[in-house]
């Protein structure tokens, strides 16, 4: 379970360094994953290689602050993990990871969005932008809003019914890009998206990745759990240890069940 990249990580005030050292979780049932290490600059595709029940999704949690490490440490934008989970979670955003942050299906893509920057002045703003006239608000939610949908790829004009398109009759990749959208309104260093490349045809994956690696080249760090890392991605491998496979897979099951809430609640204070 390496990644390699040569040289020294220099952090960026854009996208986050992120390292790993004897990186693992172990649940009450075994370990979901162990043994990471590796070293990405800021601003690259980081794809997060293994097969479903090898700890993917908890190590993509654990490397957002959003899970506690029970063995080594990361370091992420030069904060430490277990150390600094709350000052991860403030640089980093999640993107689609199912049982965390699903969409909801009843809502439009509209009103995903809109509810999304309303929590961000919320929980973002300063005093003084809260004070704003309501006009200058509105505009300057709309222009987060364009570029965070601009920079996804999603454009709610072309879908069936526009803005009003309910979440339920989104294809995947346009539900992958609306969750993207959201998670850069933010203007996280760290993106994680998780199940990357499941359930899309052979285009739809290629366009999935061109968005990550053009996120990646803009500046933000990606990272992004697939069962088939696409070419010239920094690759950190997930799987169980020879002969563990049963009980590495129990664990991440039961990990993942156990301390879902608990993501839940670290990603909304996020």
């Known amino acids: 379970m390496v990644g390699q990249r040569g040289g020294v990580v220099v952090d960026s005030p854009h996208g986050a360094a992120v390292s790993a050292e004897d990186f693992g979780l172990e649940g009450p049932r075994g370990w979901a994953f162990q043994g990471v290490d590796f070293t990405a600059d800021p601003g690259s595709l980081v794809a997060v290689e293994g097969p479903s029940g090898s700890g993917r999704t908890c190590l993509l949690l654990a490397l957002t602050g959003r899970m506690r490490p029970t063995r080594g440490h990361a370091e992420v934008g030069g904060h430490r993990v277990p150390g600094w989970l709350a000052a991860v979670r403030g640089i980093s955003a999640l993107g689609p990871v199912p049982g965390v942050n699903d969409l909801d299906p009843a809502l439009t893509v509209a009103e995903h969005l809109r509810e999304r920057a309303l929590l961000q002045r919320r929980f973002d703003g300063s005093v003084r932008s809260l004070l704003r006239p309501r006009a200058e608000r509105a505009a300057t939610a709309r222009a987060v809003i364009d570029t965070a949908l601009e920079a996804a790829g999603l454009d709610p004009a072309a879908l069936p019914k526009a803005g009003r398109t309910s979440v339920r009759d989104l294809e995947r990749i346009e539900s992958l890009r609306l969750s993207v959208a959201l998670a850069l309104m933010g203007r996280p260093r760290l993106l994680a998206v998780d199940d990357t490349d499941l359930k899309l045809s052979a285009a739809d994956r290629a366009a999935a990745w061109k968005l990550l690696r053009a996120l990646a080249d803009g500046g933000t760090t990606v990272l992004a759990v697939c069962s088939e890392a696409p070419e010239g991605a920094l690759t950190v491998r997930t799987g169980a240890p020879a002969g563990n496979e049963k009980a590495a897979t129990e664990a991440d099951d ?17």
């Open 254 to 270: 039961d990990t993942t069940e156990e301390e879902t809430a608990d993501a839940i609640a670290e990603t909304g204070r996020a």
